[in-house]
Every structure is written in structure tokens, then in C-alpha cells.
Nanobody, 127 residues
Framework: QVVLVEMGGGGVQAGGALRLACGAA????????RGWFRQAPGKEREFVGA????????TFADSVKGRFTISRDNAKNTVYFEMNNLNPEDTAVYYC????????????????????WGQGTQVTVSS
């Protein structure tokens, strides 16, 4: 069993930045693919970004490309999600996800591919 714990989030004005962290507790896997999704009120959960478990390469949704980055600290089993130049359309509950498997860039965008999910953290961007 893997428990993902999210930290960070909160409120920020448009143009600002936030950093989310996603740590893993319990049984951990040496190589885990990580993903980030978000869900705005009244909308479906959507893919935001993902990191390949082996290469560490990242992929992002077009809406956040160039503004968001993902990094990891293997020693802490933690993934960081840096969000820059935020706008009100980025307001949502953000979820980290993990799966002990390699994913193609297409698979990484599908929430059904992930086995473990964080509790979600609210990000609110005011204009």
C-alpha cells in the first residue's frame, strides 16, 4: 500500500507562483511514474503533467506548458510541482498520482493508469 501525501497549495494572485509537493508513505517503489491532475468546480478531472519513472522526462498539458515544471528528490521519495505565471483558469483541486509502472506519454495523460492518489490540495488564483 502506498499513501501519497500532498503539501502546498493555497491562494495566490494572477501572475504568481506556487509549489506543490507529493511525498509517498508506506510501501514505496524504487521506480514510480508520477502524474498531476486537477479538477475545477463543475469540470472533469484533467491531466496537467507527468514524469517518467526512469528517465525523469516530463510531459505537460498544452494549457500549462512553459509555466509548470516537475522535479523529484529520490532520496525523499518526493515529487515537486512548480507552477509559475498562474492565472485564474488554473484554479482547481490538484491531485498527485503514482503507479509502479512505465507509461507512454499517451498513457500518462489518462487518470485510469494510476493506482495511487493523493488527497488533493486546493489552488486558488485571484485576478
Amino acid at each position: 500500500q502506498v499513501v501519497l501525501v500532498e503539501m502546498g497549495g493555497g491562494g495566490v494572485q494572477a501572475g504568481g507562483a506556487l509549489r506543490l509537493a507529493c511525498g509517498a508513505a508506506g510501501r514505496t517503489f524504487s521506480r514510480v511514474s508520477r502524474g498531476w491532475f486537477r479538477q475545477a468546480p463543475g469540470k472533469e478531472r484533467e491531466f496537467v503533467g507527468a514524469m517518467d519513472r526512469s528517465s525523469g522526462s516530463t510531459t505537460f498539458a498544452d494549457s500549462v506548458k512553459g509555466r509548470f515544471t516537475i522535479s523529484r528528490d529520490n532520496a525523499k521519495n518526493t515529487v515537486y510541482f512548480e507552477m509559475n505565471n498562474l492565472n485564474p483558469e488554473d484554479t482547481a483541486v490538484y491531485y498527485c498520482a503514482a503507479v509502479p509502472a512505465a507509461l507512454t506519454s499517451w498513457e500518462a495523460r489518462r487518470s485510469a493508469e494510476y493506482d495511487y492518489w493523493g488527497q488533493g490540495t486546493q489552488v486558488t488564483v485571484s485576478s
